[in-house]
């Protein structure tokens, strides 16, 4: 079973040639991870000074591995040796088997960006799309191989989050799903299957429900930032990396959790609109690390070191909990 990429039939095995699509937060670290997995990646963005960065970027991520004593010296020079660059979108994806779009969440872009890869490439070729808020299904209307075209959902980063979200649209051909999923586990991935197209999937609904919750309880003053972050990190954040939040539904009780359900939900935040805090702070520029200041504040000395202290805390973890 198979379709022909020139001479070969795709078995995902084999896929060796890939090309990402947007060099930027997320592209680059999947262009990492498929190049460590000992693909031949195409690097594609609008101008090269954002392949540049991307690049360093890489480097920067690749010496981690090596000063924490996980990967020798030749982990670097050999992955950043299978990326090549271009701002040229045909020359990227031409003789791509696999294609990996991570673009800004614009419907028009992406659709436009997808007709493009359609007509320069083969009726084998797989084309995914890192979108988490659009519908697959839409991007894919305009394409002729729209069998061909599936959503796989990354998390940042992505050279170290194990989990991708997989979603069909109604067009995606079970070939096409199954394909995936396999090269993704052999890229070292878990793959999960989001069954259908949902607003926000899978995580980010959990995770936004979430944090809809913790700024209703910033406004109340239950907390400050600082507590609300040690609190989770510190107890549900650390037990759920071990055991999903079902499992441990199940261990405390099921009878239990739904007494708290029953006693706790009235009291939860409802808002149907980012709340006024949350607007404030966006009005104010307080947008997080980029600005130097969101919840917390960052210098700029100090900006690099948060991103590399949460990237050590990561490594450390995930081999504990994968072994990879």
Do not use: H, M, W, Y
């Given at each position: 079973m198979g379709q022909e990429i020139g001479n070969k039939e795709l078995n995902p095995m084999i896929i060796e040639r890939v090309a990402v699509i947007g060099a930027g937060i997320m592209g680059h670290g999947i262009a990492q991870v498929f190049a460590r997995k000992k693909c031949s990646v195409v690097l594609h963005d609008i101008r090269d000074d954002l392949l540049r960065s991307a690049l360093e970027n890489i480097r920067s991520s690749l010496r981690l591995y090596v000063e924490l004593g996980l990967e020798n010296e030749t982990i670097v020079d050999d992955v950043?040796?299978?990326?090549?660059?271009?701002?040229?979108?045909?020359?990227?994806?031409?003789?791509?088997?696999?294609?990996t779009e991570a673009v800004p969440e614009n419907l028009k872009l992406k659709v436009e960006l997808f007709k493009e890869i359609d007509s320069a490439t083969n009726d084998g070729v797989i084309m995914a799309s890192n979108t988490s808020t659009l519908s697959i299904t839409e991007i894919?209307?305009?394409?002729?191989?729209?069998?061909?075209l599936i959503m796989t959902h990354w998390f940042n980063p992505p050279y170290l989050i194990p989990v991708i979200e997989v979603v069909k649209g109604e067009a995606t051909s079970n070939e096409t799903f199954t394909l995936t999923f396999k090269f993704l586990k052999k890229m070292g991935k878990e793959p999960v299957h989001v069954l259908k197209q949902t607003p926000g999937l899978?995580?980010?609904?959990?995770?936004t429900a979430m944090f809809r919750e913790i700024i209703g309880l910033l406004e109340e003053g239950v907390a400050t930032p600082e507590n609300i972050d040690k609190a989770v990190s510190g107890s549900?954040?650390?037990?759920?990396?071990?055991?999903?939040?079902?499992?441990?539904?199940?261990?405390?009780?099921?009878?239990l959790w739904y007494t708290g359900a029953k006693n706790l939900y009235p009291f939860f935040d409802t808002s149907q609109e980012p709340q006024k805090l949350l607007a404030d702070m966006v009005e104010k520029g307080f947008h997080g690390i980029k600005t130097g200041k969101g919840f917390f504040e960052y210098s700029v000395e100090g900006k690099a070191n948060v991103i590399m202290e949460r990237d050590v805390k990561l490594l450390k973890l995930l081999k504990i909990l994968y072994e990879k």
């Open positions: 950043l040796s299978r990326i090549t660059t271009t701002t040229n979108l045909r020359d990227a994806v031409v003789d791509a088997e696999f294609i894919g209307k305009s394409i002729k191989k729209s069998d061909r899978l995580v980010n609904r959990i995770q549900f954040g650390i037990r759920l990396a071990a055991i999903g939040p079902l499992a441990t539904v199940d261990l405390a009780g099921v009878d």
